[in-house]
């Protein structure tokens, strides 16, 4: 059965992008939206439209800088969504924090990426934080989202070392890497049913399990 998946961007985009290469199934009919107009993302995302005939995926954008008010924004951007009706919603370098009538509206299918071991690192900046905190492990982390920024249960988290020599774009690539292999992971799992999110817990199949502890990869219950 076909599954609606809704990617929100604001930048570069590069999930956004890994996750519309990979071909993850051909039953996936996807929206894109950006809240910024300058996003490389959108612009990425507008020529891949423009150059093919059909791609099964919508694109809009939601400038967030024409809304004084955070909840004005939220709203104009549950309404696009709830016109598109998507199973998930993955926030992929979404740079805005959503209210809770928003994230109240969406949880169970709304989902984000952070660049670092949750609950270590919360908010921005987190690889130059890893740095400053000389830390040995950094890295990446899936989860669903509730109304705590960076705070709703882990999917799944990626480890990378902290090299003494790095700087933070070292780091940051570094973990990028392995941002673009759990991403598109999580959302073949969603779109499977092998992870779920029913009775307000996560549930998956021991594939997914598997598939962590072969690739090295961690779950919460691994
Ligand atoms: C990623 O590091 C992601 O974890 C964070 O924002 C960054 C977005 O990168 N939430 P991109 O726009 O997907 O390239």
């Given at each position: 059965?076909?599954?609606?998946?809704?990617?929100?961007?604001?930048?570069?985009?590069?999930?956004?992008?890994?996750?519309?290469?990979?071909?993850?199934?051909?039953?996936?009919?996807?929206?894109?939206?950006?809240?910024?107009?300058?996003?490389?993302?959108?612009?990425?995302?507008?020529?891949?439209?423009?150059?093919?005939?059909?791609?099964?995926?919508?694109?809009?954008?939601?400038?967030?800088?024409?809304?004084?008010?955070?909840?004005?924004?939220?709203?104009?951007?549950?309404?696009?969504?709830?016109?598109?009706?998507?199973?998930?919603?993955?926030?992929?370098?979404?740079?805005?924090?959503?209210?809770?009538?928003?994230?109240?509206?969406?949880?169970?299918?709304?989902?984000?990426?952070?660049?670092?071991?949750?609950?270590?690192?919360?908010?921005?900046?987190?690889?130059?934080?890893?740095?400053?905190?000389?830390?040995?492990?950094?890295?990446?982390?899936?989860?669903?989202?509730?109304?705590?920024?960076?705070?709703?249960?882990?999917?799944?988290?990626?480890?990378?070392?902290?090299?003494?020599t790095d700087t933070e774009s070292d780091l940051a690539a570094r973990?990028?890497?392995?941002?673009?292999?759990?991403?598109?992971?999580?959302?073949?799992?969603?779109?499977?049913?092998?992870?779920?999110?029913?009775?307000?817990?996560?549930?998956?199949?021991?594939?997914?399990?598997?598939?962590?502890?072969?690739?090295?990869?961690?779950?919460?219950?691994?």
């Amino acid at each position: 059965m076909t599954k609606r998946v809704a990617l929100l961007i604001s930048g570069r985009g590069s999930n956004m992008r890994v996750i519309l290469e990979k071909n993850i199934s051909a039953d996936i009919q996807f929206l894109v939206i950006a809240n910024r107009a300058d996003s490389a993302g959108l612009v990425y995302v507008h020529d891949l439209v423009h150059n093919a005939s059909e791609t099964g995926i919508q694109t809009a954008l939601i400038p967030s800088a024409d809304f004084t008010q955070g909840v004005d924004f939220d709203r104009a951007l549950q309404q696009r969504l709830d016109q598109f009706a998507p199973d998930f919603v993955l926030l992929a370098g979404f740079m805005r924090i959503l209210g809770s009538e928003f994230v109240n509206a969406f949880i169970g299918r709304l989902i984000n990426i952070h660049p670092s071991l949750l609950p270590a690192f919360p908010g921005l900046h987190t690889h130059q934080r890893a740095l400053d905190a000389r830390v040995l492990e950094h890295g990446a982390s899936v989860h669903w989202v509730t109304t705590g920024v960076d705070e709703g249960e882990v999917i799944i988290q990626a480890p990378v070392p902290v090299i003494p020599t790095d700087t933070e774009s070292d780091l940051a690539a570094r973990v990028l890497a392995q941002e673009h292999i759990i991403y598109p992971a999580v959302l073949s799992w969603l779109v499977s049913g092998a992870l779920r999110w029913d009775s307000g817990r996560m549930h998956y199949d021991d594939s997914v399990l598997l598939w962590c502890q072969n690739y090295g990869y961690r779950t919460p219950h691994a």
